[in-house]
């Protein structure tokens, strides 16, 4: 039997079709040996490397997409600096001295994602 590596790219809310994608692969029974991915397509694969099928990713965006405060407040404390900082011109550099609270962050979205906590 050949074997399939997945690459997913990103490109925003259109990178949630990568959803599709794996509900596609789970449909006819392809499991990929290896995921790679790319801003969403990373967040995608990972999960789906995690072990989540396409039918619970899809379940959960949709479950983020109805909760609307749940999802700006995650937006709010994964971005780097204040609000203030964006309305003053003050914008910096995002990276520096920020990154090991941002990859915390991106962590914790992550776990929550793969276990189905909120």
Same mark, same amino acid.
């Given at each position: 039997?050949?074997? !399939?590596?997945?690459?997913?790219g990103g490109g925003?809310? @259109? ?6 994608? %794996?509900? %596609?692969? #789970?449909? *006819?029974g $392809?499991?990929? !040996? ?5 801003? *969403?397509g990373?967040i *995608?694969? %990972?999960?789906y ?6 039918r ?5 965006? *949709? ?7 749940e !999802? ?5 404390r994964? @971005?780097a600096g204040? =609000?203030?900082?964006?309305f003053?011109?003050g914008?910096?550099?995002?990276c520096?001295?920020? =990154?090991d609270r941002?990859? @915390? #962050?991106a962590?914790? $979205?992550?776990q929550? =994602? $793969?276990?189905g906590?909120?």
């Open positions: 039997m050949k074997s !399939v590596a997945l690459a997913l925003g809310a @259109r990178g949630l079709a990568h959803i599709v994608v %794996a509900e %596609a692969l #789970d449909e *006819i $392809v499991k990929p !040996v290896a995921i790679a991915g790319t801003s *969403i990373a *995608i694969g %990972a999960g490397a995690a072990g989540m099928t396409g619970e990713m899809r379940r959960y965006a *949709i479950q983020m997409a109805h909760n609307r405060t !999802v700006m407040r995650r937006m709010m994964a @971005r204040k =609000l203030r900082d964006i003053g011109g914008l910096g550099s995002p520096v001295g920020d =990154l941002r990859q @915390r #962050d962590a914790e $979205v992550l929550h =994602l $793969v276990s906590r909120r």
